[in-house]
């Protein structure tokens, strides 16, 4: 298990024992596997943040800039027809409200899309470190400690 006893050398080298009994090879794995885990996990889910965040961007400036454009048109072709102050308003405001439902359904599609990839990441990540675990205390725990 190189992983294991790299990992376990740097604690040494932190002031652990050098000496390990049998029956805290079960204590020392979890130390070990678990600081390295914790910094994946950690990993992962800000690499998840980000991903997140620039997929939302990305969305939201597209939308963004239909409106802006469709709101100029608006304003221009309100102005070529002449109508009065209140009906401008009131057209902008159609296209605001109905710009702000898009927005909220453009950051829940975004959301849920990326939820569901993000969850199966982190399962995979779990499962991969379980296995780590497994098969640490498979090659280095004492048989007592297994049952």
């Known amino acids: 298990m190189a992983v294991l006893v790299a990992e376990g050398s740097t604690a040494g080298a932190a002031g652990a024992s050098d000496v390990v009994t049998k029956e805290k ?22 690499q998840q943040y980000t991903e997140r965040t620039e997929a939302l961007r990305v ?11 469709e709101k100029a048109a608006l304003l221009e072709r309100l102005e ?6 209140a009906e401008q308003e009131r ?27 993000h969850a199966q990441e982190q399962l995979l990540q779990r499962q991969r470190q379980l296995g780590e675990i497994s098969n ?11 049952k």
Do not use: T
């Open 25 to 46: 090879v079960g204590d020392c794995i979890d130390v070990i596997m678990s600081q390295r885990h914790n910094k994946e996990s950690s990993d992962l889910l800000a």
């Open 59 to 69: 969305a939201l400036e597209e939308l963004f800039d239909r409106k802006r454009d």
């Open 80 to 85: 070529a027809e002449s109508a009065s102050a």
């Open 91 to 117: 057209e902008v405001a159609e296209l605001d409200a109905r710009y702000a439902s898009e927005q909220s359904d453009v950051e829940h599609e975004v959301m849920s899309s990326m939820e569901v990839k």
């Open 136 to 146: 640490a205390y498979r090659e280095l725990a004492p048989e007592d400690v297994l």
